[in-house]
């Protein structure tokens, strides 16, 4: 049974009327005719009771109205559906995220990415080194990457979303919590608390700016994330140099102090190249969008 079929039968189980039917259809009355008896033959069942004056239904053709409504209601939305897969209107996109850019990057692209496409599914994984990034993206474990450069290997694109301020954060009880802003030498002889992970972007970016400055920070204590690295601050453990976003996790105990000769440190979406499916390239294009490359906060 063709499809083609079914359309036709439809329209002129809606007029009862042949020629009505076939000027909605926009083909000729004796091919559109030739068609429903095809269909009749096939199913071996009369469809139309026809006179000179009248078509109507037979109960088969009362049967099959109801069917064919159904069917035809279904291809369509099928095709609607493998329209919107096809222009990234629809479909998974599965989103890694570093760090706190959970919290500082990830409500704005799962509001944007709702509001734009809205038959975009987004799988978050969060807390990710830019090593795990870089190996998910190009396993196809990740469809896209929030990341700090800089990335080790080939076969991936990168474009900077955003330039962070580093900046300082210290008990509330510590010295250089009632200073507005922190020169780095000052904290020469502090101790420090940084991420464990040996290939941690943050921690490289401070000890380039400490170096600069002349000293090697004297990292006493080591964090898996950002949340335990911060709560050892509170704890009065030692100080820890983190990106601008960090404010955005406030902890009681806590507090955060521009630096002077910090650096910045860079975030960047990155994806595997030449391997987007159109959803993926959707939502990458509204995440750079949505991010335009500037400066974050602080005395830089």
Known sequence: MELRHLRYFAAVAETCHFGQAAERLHVAQPALSYAIRQLEAELN?????????QVALTAAGEYLQKEAA???????????????????????????????????????????????????????QADLLTPEHCDALRSGALDLGVLRPPVV????????????????????????????VVSLADLRNEQFVAYQSRES?????????????????HREYLAPGTAVLLALVAA???????????????????????????????????????????????VRNIVRDAFPVLTTGGSV
Do not use: M, Y
């Not at 972007?201 to 920070?217: E, I, S």
């Not at 650096?263 to 959707?282: C, F, K, S």
């Open 45 to 53: 069942t009369t469809l139309f009771n026809r006179t000179t004056r």
């Open 70 to 124: 159904r069917i035809l209601a279904d291809v369509d939305d099928v095709v609607r559906g493998v329209r919107r897969v096809a222009e990234g209107r629809s479909g998974r996109v599965r989103l890694g995220l570093t760090g706190t850019a959970a919290v500082s990057h990830l409500p704005r692209i799962a509001r944007i990415v709702k509001a734009e496409l809205p038959g975009v599914d987004l799988e978050i």
């Open 153 to 180: 290997g080939e076969g991936l694109d990168l474009q900077t979303i955003a330039v962070e301020a580093l900046v300082l954060a210290v008990s509330v009880d510590h010295r250089l919590a009632v200073e507005p």
């Open 201 to 217: 972007a943050v921690n490289d970016a401070v000890l380039r700016a400490c170096r600069n400055v002349g000293f090697v920070p």
């Open 236 to 282: 009065g453990i030692g100080v820890a140099v983190v990106p601008e976003s960090a404010r955005r996790l406030p902890l009681e105990g806590v507090v955060f102090r521009d630096l002077l000769d910090a650096g910045t440190i860079e975030l960047a979406l990155a994806w595997r190249a030449g391997q987007d499916t159109p959803v993926v390239a959707a």
